[in-house]
C-alpha cells in the first residue's frame, strides 16, 4: 500500500531499527518507544487490523505472536511484558497496517489506560 507508512518500512523506503525478519513478518524498535524495549511486529502482508484479517490468516498472526514471544526471550523481558493490538481509533490505533506491540523493561498498571 502506497501510503502506508508500515509498507515502506517493509519495502525498505522509510528507515527503522530493524531487528527481525523472515519470510512473513519483520520487526523494529518502535519510534516513540512507550517502554525501556517497545518493538513493533508486523506482517509483510498489508491488513489493517484484526477485523480485516482473513481465515488464512490466522497461522500468519500466531506466527506473529511467537515471533514476539522470542523477542522478550532475546530481550530478556521475559519477567513481564505486554503484547498490545490497538484495533480502532478509540483504542488508539494510528497506523493502519497490523502490528503487534512488545513492551517490556518496566512495571504496567491494569487495567491499562
Ligand atoms: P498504534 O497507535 O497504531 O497502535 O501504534 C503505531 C505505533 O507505530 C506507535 O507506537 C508509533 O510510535 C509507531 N510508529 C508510527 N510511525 C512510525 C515510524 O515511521 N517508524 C517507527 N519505527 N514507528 C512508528
Ligand atoms: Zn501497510
Not at 18 to 32: G, K, L, R, T
Not at 34 to 53: C, G, N, T
Not at 70 to 89: F, P
Request: charged share 20%; net charge neutral; with cysteine.
Amino acid at each position: 500500500m502506497a501510503s502506508c507508512i508500515f509498507c515502506k518500512i517493509l519495502a525498505k523506503q522509510a528507515p527503522a531499527k530493524i531487528i527481525y525478519e523472515d519470510e512473513s513478518c519483520i520487526a523494529f524498535q518502535d519510534i516513540n518507544p512507550q517502554a525501556p524495549v517497545h518493538l513493533l511486529v508486523i506482517p509483510r502482508k498489508h491488513f489493517a487490523s484484526v477485523e480485516e484479517a482473513e481465515m488464512d490468516d490466522l497461522p500468519l498472526l500466531g506466527h506473529l505472536y511467537r515471533v514476539a514471544a522470542k523477542l522478550a526471550q532475546e530481550y530478556k523481558i521475559t519477567d513481564g511484558y505486554r503484547m498490545v493490538v490497538n484495533t480502532g481509533v478509540g483504542a488508539g490505533q494510528s497506523v493502519f497496517h497490523f502490528h503487534l506491540h512488545l513492551l517490556g523493561g518496566r512495571s504496567f498498571r491494569w487495567p491499562p489506560g
